[in-house]
């Protein structure tokens, strides 16, 4: 009898998935994120519709993929009496951005395969795999992942995805202020016993506004002028503050 | 609160960099320095990318100069005539500096090239300092120095173009000045100090000029020298943060005027060991920082 309603359960699985009627969509497919100083918590929307089941059997897996980029990692290795960089492996179009979220672990929710497929996960980051030898994962691999999660341009959350009411879910990420800026593609994954029943993508554009965004611009795009600027600016602010000390 | 900063990319607390500001301020009003050889090895170890605390040291020089060479500019003890030339040959510098300092950025060994930089220079002149202040302090406190003669050395006699130098009353060949200028204009780039530590010995000792310019012009050649430092800087590198610079001045004006007086206070020897021993700490710590192993084995860095 037991054996049974397993069997008829799953069954009902495949049907509902070869149904094709339940789908995962996110409720913006294009938001603007304003960091500024200090960064931003990014929240996105989503929902499972063609379900009548509780929401506690899905599990959702979310990917927010920034811009990408080459970096060089260094070994510091020991000359003489002071430690220097030595020469650097680079590691090419790995993403400036990285965040997974998740409703669990994602070893609890997706088969192997599909973590390495979808890149689901820091560790699952088809860029980063530098020297790969098959099974010895090269310990620059490791160094960069890690300097990457220290500035929080990489992170796994646990938790980052959560139901909030029947069917509609959250997406939580924390954009540090040293986020890079531009196209971010977002990409969702449902699950449910292991197996991944639909998905979806979205667009997020990343914009930083304020001051710091204005230095930044003017510093990298008009260099020459930015510094003449700087020096002008030093020069007021210098001989205001002597105003200042000379009278008191 | 936090603030994020635009061009060093990393998140500081303003009250941090104000009062970093106003303690390097403080002690430059004390002892009468310039406090850039103090600044930037200080904002290495907030965390502040060496390249970036250069930069931005430069730009906070200027501002700090400003006041103290329009006060000598009205008192007519800058000598502009032997300025001119410092400021040439420290403008070249500045340019040769950058090209040097860029060099190191490419093949990225930069931070260490500062560090060793400035081990080596903190290094040297603590030394110095620190013998020359425990000699004065032990010796008979009246006893009198030996009078400066007011000759050039015979090196400085031989050269070509000899010229008469009005305000410092001295008729020597350009060249002199031109290469110190051009010495510490290259120091300027890649320290980001203004140089006063050497460029004020080296006029008096070397130059031979007289004492109540020397003060003055340093700080003319100065303020220009870290203002084409700063240009440079931002043009080749970008790595001059404005922010930091403001900031880092707000805190720094009000450190000079309480270390201005706290310095009355103290014997001109007493002071002299002071600031020489500060200096040691400081390069002790650059020195452990580079020999020490360090905390990650790997640097990484973005490439574009």
Redo the contacts between chains.
Sequence with gaps: MRRFAIMLAALLCVGTARGADIAVALTDDRVEVDADFSGADLTLFGAVTGVEDDADAFDIIAVITGPSGDFNVRPLEQRGIIWLPGDPAIIKDAPRFYASSATRPINDIAPLPDQAQFELGVDNIAAVDLYADGDAAHPFNAAFLDAQETDGHYQDRVGGVSFVKGALFTISAALPASTPVGDYAVAVYLYRDGVMIDSDTAELRVNKVGLERRIYDLAHQRPVLYGLLCVAVSLLAGWIAGLAFRKS | M??????A???VDPFVIVFLGAAVGFLSGMFGVGGGFLMTPLLIFYGVPPAVAVGTEA??I??????GV??HLRRKTVDLHIGGFLVAGGGAGAVVGIFIFRYFREI??I??FIS?AYVVFLGAIGLLMLMESLRALLREPTAKRTRRKHRSAEWMAVMPFATRFRRSGLYISPIPPIVLGFLVGMLASIMGVGGGFIMVPAMLYILNMPTNVVVGTSLFQIIFVT?IA???????N?T?D??L??ML?TGG?IGA?IGARAGRRLKGEQLRALLALIVLAVCARLFFD??L??D?????????
Aim: zero cysteines; proline letters at 7%.
């Design positions: 936090q603030i994020y900063l635009p061009i990319e990393i998140t730009s906070q200027v501002a700090s100069s400003v006041s329009l006060a990225g060994q931070e260490v060793i203002a700063t240009v440079l800087h931002a043009a080749a970008q001059v404005i922010l610079a403001l001045l004006v005027q580079l020999a192993p360090p990650a084995l790997f640097v990484v860095e973005p490439t574009s």
